[in-house]
């Protein structure tokens, strides 16, 4: 329990070769609810880096490489078992990093941990891969057939707002696959992945093969690890912004990426919805985790012919959530990540007031006369009125907020929707089904919901379009990432 107790005793430390390992420098864990800090941070230099990358090649040369794969994903079962075991130590550091509401880490990102280690190691198990029989110019018969193999060393680059969900999405299958991983967890959310290392270890996971360095980005660790050259792929979450930087500091030792990044997404809501399941679902998807997720709606377009009462039912749905204490079992808002996250977010509610919205609730800072107020908490907020050509229409927010739009046909609404430099999500309401799959089918993102939002199936293909990402994750998708494969064509 050395990790828990470290978090407790306010020290969190990079896992480098299966050794908790302190930093020359250390920064600030700041607990988003009232601001003060909760732990200290080892800060890994470049040499440090290093030593994680050496440590990961070496285990992946090691007895992790040589495991067969019935034995590596039972393992990762283990891993699962260990994750559930520590469940609630995971989610208390996890709520005293981001500022989630504990009811959401205990039905969202703790259990999708264990299920991102138990998904992986069933499919890898499962996974066949193409042969062909191929007839020779001379009449002969030669067998093709492909093997997989790990990249190697993967390195992965996560965010703070689903941070143990994210890191794990990626992790497990790279491990599944037989590579080994650096991982960078965000400077804002260093926790779950550093207790993680406690888990990894209990499932007798070699030293090395799973190791954790912390710090930012550019100048630190997230820069050093995405242009080392012994590195063999990087896996990112995070901002669009962000992905162009990592783009450029990996290109020149050219490997493979994948990129999971930010999101505009749009929801079409049509006159025969199921008006109330509407609301609600619409209510998760702008507000779940105080907006930040990557597959938020914060563009909604309304059929005309409901959008007054469908702007005024979610402004009582947005009225209805409680923002409180992170930890209160009633709480449905925490506050935003970071001071620096709640300035850009207020700089938008800003921007909508001189772009011209109309406030339909919130736009501001709601007070509790507590320490909260000390804290990052911003009020759920609705605007209509703006053009579509809004900065606050056309730029990811990132918060608790959503522009409500109205149309006449659904060729305006598919319109709309695509006019956007992003293709993450979005998401159709209607009862007319044949509608559904055929809007559904003209949204440019990777993925669209109709009628739900978020529901996910982990063998599915996971990913963006455009300014959302390169490449898709998920099930099979996830394995041809994380493994080179090799075809090997024998002449019979
Ligand atoms: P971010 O891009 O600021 O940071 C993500 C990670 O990258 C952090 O670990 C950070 O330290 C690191 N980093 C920053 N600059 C780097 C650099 N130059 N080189 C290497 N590493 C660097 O993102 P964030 O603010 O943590 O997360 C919010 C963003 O993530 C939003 O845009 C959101 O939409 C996006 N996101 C996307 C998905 C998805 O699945 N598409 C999921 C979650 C979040
Ligand atoms: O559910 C997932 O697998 C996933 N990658 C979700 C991303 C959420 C973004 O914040």
């Known amino acids: 329990m050395a990790v828990v107790l470290g978090y407790f005793v306010k020290s969190i430390q990079n896992y480098i070769d299966g050794r908790f390992t302190p930093g020359k420098t250390e920064f600030a864990d700041v607990n988003p609810a009232d601001g003060t800090t909760i732990a200290q941070v080892a800060e890994a230099d470049a040499q440090q880096v290093d030593e994680a990358v050496y440590a990961a090649r070496q285990a992946q040369h090691g007895e992790w490489g040589c495991l067969s794969v019935r034995e590596r994903a039972a393992r990762l079962h283990r891993v699962a078992d260990a994750i559930e075991k520590r469940f609630a130590c995971f989610v208390q550091a996890e709520v005293a990093d981001t500022g989630k509401p504990v009811s959401l880490a205990s039905r969202l990102d703790v259990p999708r941990a264990a299920a991102n280690f138990r998904v992986f190691a069933d499919l890898v198990k499962m996974a066949g891969l193409e042969s062909f029989q191929t007839e020779t110019a001379d009449g002969a018969q030669a067998l093709n057939y492909a093997v997989r193999k790990p990249l190697g060393v993967v390195g992965v680059i996560t965010p703070w707002n689903l941070p143990l969900l994210l890191l794990t999405w990626k992790v497990a299958p790279a491990l599944a696959c037989g590579n080994t991983v650096v991982v960078k967890p965000s400077e804002e959310t260093p926790a779950t992945a550093t207790l993680l290392a406690e888990a990894i270890e209990e499932a007798e996971i070699p030293g090395g093969v799973y190791n954790v360095v912390h710090g930012f980005g550019p100048g630190s660790a997230g820069e050093f690890l995405s242009q080392h050259p012994d590195v063999n792929a990087i896996t990112f979450t995070g901002e669009s912004r962000t992905g162009a930087a990592i783009m450029k500091s990996v290109a020149p030792t050219v490997k493979p990426i994948s990129f999971e990044l930010g999101g505009k997404n749009a929801a079409i809501v049509f006159a025969d919805c199921n008006f109330d399941e509407t609301v609600k679902g619409l209510s998760d998807a702008v507000f779940l985790n105080t907006g930040q997720v990557c597959l938020c709606s914060e563009r909604l377009y309304v059929e005309r012919k409901i959008f007054d009462s469908f702007v005024d039912a979610l402004k009582v749905q947005a009225e209805s959530l409680h923002a409180g204490w992170p930890g209160d079992e009633k709480t449905d808002l925490g506050p935003l ?30 007070t509790f006369g507590d320490a ?29 907020v959503c522009h409500i739009a109205p149309f006449d046909s659904e060729e305006e609404a598919v319109a709309k929707a695509n006019d956007t430099r992003y293709g993450l999500a979005a998401s159709i309401w209607t009862s007319n089904l044949k509608r559904g799959h055929r809007v559904a089918q003209q949204m440019n993102v990777g993925i669209t919901w109709v009628n739900c939002w978020f529901l996910r199936d982990l063998r599915t293909p996971f990913g963006g379009v455009g300014l959302s990402g390169i490449g898709r994750e998920g099930g099979i998708h996830s394995l041809n990432f994380y493994s080179e494969l090799n075809n090997i064509c024998i002449r019979l």
């Open 372 to 400: 909260r107020d000390r804290g990052f908490y911003v009020q759920p907020t609705i605007y209509t009125g703006l053009s579509e050509s809004a900065r606050c229409v056309k730029e990811e927010i990132f918060g608790p």
């Open 337 to 366: 990540i970071s001071a620096q996250h709640r300035e850009k977010v207020l700089s938008y509610y800003k921007l909508a007031h001189e772009e011209g919205a109309t406030v339909v609730t919130g736009g501001g800072i709601p």
